[in-house]
């Protein structure tokens, strides 16, 4: 059981480092990140538990040494909400989902939960109040810049191509059962 923990705990970690240097590798390119669905395939195969220590460090990393500056709130609110996709991961690990339409719905879905509330406290952030700046930053969020809708549509192809040929792969190479519920 320690073995498996272990063995387990390092590939959160590496997961954890992925996310991150492809964060950074990606950063000219705004709102194309691979870090929401490598998040996701760590929940689907570690398990929910290790998914958020996915996504919580993954955050804690990138976003204090972040390009574009550091803000504990935001830190805290897109922390909180990556676990979103380990949410999602989890979810569609217990039920077997793999095909990649249901996969890009759910990452799309999982996209739009995350823009909207970080983008909420981020508007609450910049006007100081909390209706006001919910709805400025929910507005905010495609416009002047479509940057809420690229975050989605990328999310989309993202979550359609890559779990369903990588989440066999990585459960093969970490010799862990996805888990199957019919």
Not at 105 to 131: M, P
């Amino acid at each position: 059981m320690l073995a498996k923990n272990a063995k387990m705990l390092a590939a959160a970690c590496l997961f954890t480092a992925l996310a991150v240097s492809t964060n950074y590798l990606l950063f000219p390119i705004w709102n194309v990140k691979l870090m929401d669905v490598i998040v996701f395939i760590s929940a689907y195969t570690l398990g929910f538990r290790f998914g958020v220590v996915v996504a919580v460090f993954s955050w804690l990393i990138y976003g204090v040494f972040n390009p574009l500056g550091f803000s504990y709130v935001v830190l805290i609110s897109v922390a909180c909400c990556e676990v979103f996709y380990a949410a999602a991961g989890s979810f569609c690990a217990r039920r077997g989902i793999l095909h990649p339409l249901k996969l890009g719905l759910i990452g799309l879905l999982s996209t739009l939960s995350y823009d909207l509330l970080t983008n909420a406290v981020s508007g609450v952030l910049f006007t100081n109040t909390l209706w006001p700046g919910v709805l400025v930053g929910v507005l905010t969020m495609n416009f002047p810049v479509p940057l809420g809708l690229l975050h989605q549509a990328s999310n989309l192809v993202l979550f359609s191509f890559f779990p369903p040929k990588l989440v066999p792969l990585v459960s093969n190479l970490l010799s862990v059962q996805v888990l199957k519920v019919k």
